[in-house]
């Protein structure tokens, strides 16, 4: 079940728009038409956008007037990093030595390149 819901914010988050939207997010909440400006796309494709962050659970809206306000959702956040942890936790994996491993392979291919 973890894999499904991580597949499902990363499909969410695999769009560059989607990354700026909640980057834009990150101080508070924004009306539509703030997103709208800020990015220079249209309300349709505002619009899915939104669709997709919010079913993801990584962003709430509520309506006032013809405008909807969007902000961040803490608890699908908070969901995304403990749902991260229980995959690499299920498998014995340390995601510290993970990227220490990583690390160590990438310096190891930088000394055969050069």
């Known amino acids: 079940m973890v894999e499904k819901n991580l597949a499902e ?3 969410a988050l695999g769009d560059e728009h989607r990354i700026q939207i909640l980057c834009l997010l990150h101080d508070g909440e924004k009306c539509a038409c703030q997103l ?3 990015l220079n796309i249209s309300q349709p494709t505002l ?13 709430t ?3 006032e ?19 991260l942890r229980e995959l690499f936790a ?10 220490s491993e990583t690390q160590k392979n990438s310096a190891m291919q930088e000394n055969l390149d050069s």
């Open 9 to 11: 914010v990363f499909k």
């Open 36 to 38: 709208l400006e800020a």
């Open 47 to 59: 619009s899915h956008h939104m669709k997709v962050l919010c079913e993801a659970g990584l962003v």
């Open 61 to 63: 809206g509520r309506k």
């Open 65 to 83: 007037g013809k405008w909807t306000h969007y902000c961040v959702c803490c608890d699908g956040v908070f969901r995304l990093r403990d749902d």
């Open 90 to 99: 299920a498998r014995n994996i340390s995601i510290e030595a993970l990227c």
